[in-house]
């Protein structure tokens, strides 16, 4: 069973898995395909730019005394507001920022460098942790991390957000590896992945009721 604490004083939000659990992630301290003993999404201020992201993600899973392989979300949004849904097992966690929204494809004539790093368009970030009771096949997986994507552009769209997501956004899929015969379909007309869906868009959509788009110049940090 996924566990998850929220850390006030640390400024965290911790999920820990038992052995046998595998995910993808498209985050950049412990992503791809992984087999994680736990999962952090840490608030780091709006001032964060440090780029040694594996050195200090690793200073701060210590602090929360984290040992094994893990997977650290990042996020100037506080993560103490956290959303959450449920959808016939199917679980979601949300901190969702959004003072920096982009589009995938600009519609005006925007350019960045090249290399541009993981300051760029700091804060806000959308993380996204889905925790999925029965097992994904590979494909099932990379279909999830693209169902969770959709319903979260979705609900920005639906909220008036001028963009599809943050350059920063990051999403983590968990399911147990072993059980019954994988699942090898997660797509949004899928049995799980409309369950999915609806977790996700629910958890976004409430973080944009709570914060609304433009209440950063209010002074609310996110």
Known sequence: MVTFTADK?????????PEGWVGLSSASVGGGL????????????????????????????AGLRLSGPGTTLLTAADVTQVERSEDAGTRVWATVGVTKPTWAVPPHDVSLPEDAGPGVDRPGTINIVVVVPVPLSGSALVQAVGTVTEAKAQA??????????????????????????????????????????TATHACVAAGLAARPWGSDAAGVRW
């Open 156 to 197: 920005l769209v639906e909220a008036g957000v001028p963009g599809t997501g943050t350059a920063s956004d990051a999403v983590v899929v968990l399911c147990p590896e072993q059980g019954a015969e994988p699942e090898i379909f997660a797509g949004v007309r899928s049995r799980w992945g409309r369950r999915i869906a």
């Open 34 to 61: 992984i087999r994680p003993r736990w999962v952090v999404n840490l608030d780091v201020g709006d001032d964060f730019t440090r780029t040694d992201l594996d050195a200090y993600a690793s200073a701060r899973a």
């Open 9 to 17: 004083e640390a400024r965290a939000l911790v999920w820990t898995l």
